[in-house]
């Protein structure tokens, strides 16, 4: 299963709210996590089961879709929110990752 | 607390083979509901599955891959070995060990050792 995640950038300024997007090549269902990964540092999970905030996760990171269209939301943008954000399936194997979306805070 | 981390060395040789030990605590792996495995991310790409291990032993490899790799744990230990043969310059990335369960949330990750290979 491919995941062609967009866009490939996104720069936007504090306070602004981020819309990223993750389209499955076929149903994952539900299967579909973000993570978030800063320079150096292993990924981080965001979300599980597409809608769920993982422990310690602000609520302003939100997850929504199911099937092959995914959508991750942060609503206000920090400026620690600067990352690359990465989707990611196990519904079945091989597991796999989308390419990434960049996001810098202006 | 889970704690996992990679050992194992930092430049390779092409055509060498290349083993990777995961040192985890705070878990067991000996249930079908426990899982360690390793991906790795090449420099400035996204992050690849390579393999995984079940607690009963039950493994699963990337296809593109399968004929190159081996994975097994020594429970007493609580170690995982991922062992990959006939390196090449493009295996270059940072490797990690991941710990996950049948539950969704539980997604642990060690540092990671980036792995260079270059003659």
């Known amino acids: 299963i491919v995941l062609t995640q967009s866009p490939a950038t996104l720069s936007l300024s504090p306070g602004e709210r981020a819309t990223l997007s993750c389209r499955a090549s076929?149903?994952?269902?539900?299967?579909l996590a973000w993570y978030q990964q800063k320079p150096g540092q292993p990924p981080r999970l965001l979300i599980y089961?597409?809608?769920n905030r993982a422990t310690g996760i602000p609520a302003r990171f939100s997850g929504s879709g199911s099937g092959t269209d995914f959508t991750l939301t942060i609503s206000s943008l920090e400026p620690e929110d600067s990352a690359v954000y990465y989707c990611?399936?196990?519904?079945?194997?091989?597991?796999?990752f989308g390419q990434g979306t960049k996001v810098d805070i202006k | 607390q889970i704690t996992l981390k990679e050992s194992g060395p930092t430049v390779v040789k092409p055509t060498e083979t290349l083993t990777l030990t995961c040192s985890f605590s705070?878990?067991?792996?000996?249930?079908?509901?426990?899982?360690v495995g390793w991906v790795r991310q090449p420099p400035g790409k996204a992050p690849e599955w390579l393999s995984f291990?079940?607690?009963?032993?039950?493994?699963r490899y990337t296809p593109s891959l399968r004929s190159r790799l081996s994975i097994s744990k020594d429970t007493s230990k609580n170690q995982v070995v991922l062992t990959m043969t006939n390196l090449d310059p493009v295996d270059t990335a940072t490797y990690y060990c991941?710990?996950?369960?049948?539950?969704?949330?539980?997604?642990?990750w060690g540092q990671g050792t980036l792995v260079t290979v270059s003659s």
């Open positions: 991941v710990h996950k369960t049948t539950s969704l949330r539980d997604d642990y």
């Open positions: 705070g878990f067991s792996l000996t249930t079908a509901q426990v899982v």
């Open positions: 291990i079940y607690g009963t032993d039950d493994k």
């Open positions: 076929h149903s994952v269902s539900s299967f």
């Open positions: 089961g597409a809608s």
């Open positions: 990611h399936h196990r519904v079945t194997w091989p597991w796999t």
